[in-house]
Nanobody, 118 residues
Framework: QVQLVESGGGLVQPGGSLRLSCAFS????????MGWYRQAPGKQRELVAAIRRGDAYTVYVDSVKGRFTISRDNAKNTVYLQMNSLKPEDTAVYYC???????????WGQGTQVTVSS
């Protein structure tokens, strides 16, 4: 059974930083790409960043380029999202899952809330 557990969210002031972690178990560690997603109130869930398993090639949505960094530790079955220079518009629930451009997402975890506010 696949499990995804996100952690690391919280309340931070604009300009601050957070590091999110996603521990995944089950068979998905063999899937190529993993991604971080976010969903703000009243908005659709969007893919924020993705990373390939083999060469760790990364992609980002334009709004976070230069501020967010995705990484993965295959030995620990963990994916990270380092978020710097946070803005109020980054406020959302953040989720991890397989890269939905490559594979059907597995059941979503509960996510982790990120709130950027002064």
């Amino acid at each position: 059974q696949v499990q995804l557990v996100e952690s690391g969210g919280g309340l931070v002031q604009p300009g601050g930083s957070l590091r999110l972690s996603c521990a995944f178990s089950g068979s998905i560690f063999s899937i190529n790409g993993m991604g971080w997603y976010r969903q703000a109130p009243g908005k659709q869930r969007e893919l924020v960043a993705a990373i390939r398993r083999g060469d760790a090639y990364t992609v980002y949505v334009d709004s976070v380029k230069g501020r967010f960094t995705i990484s993965r530790d295959n030995a620990k079955n963990t994916v990270y999202l380092q978020m710097n220079s946070l803005k109020p518009e980054d406020t959302a629930v953040y989720y991890c899952n397989v890269d939905w451009r490559e594979a059907v997402p597995v059941p979503w975890g509960q996510g982790t809330q990120v709130t950027v506010s002064s």
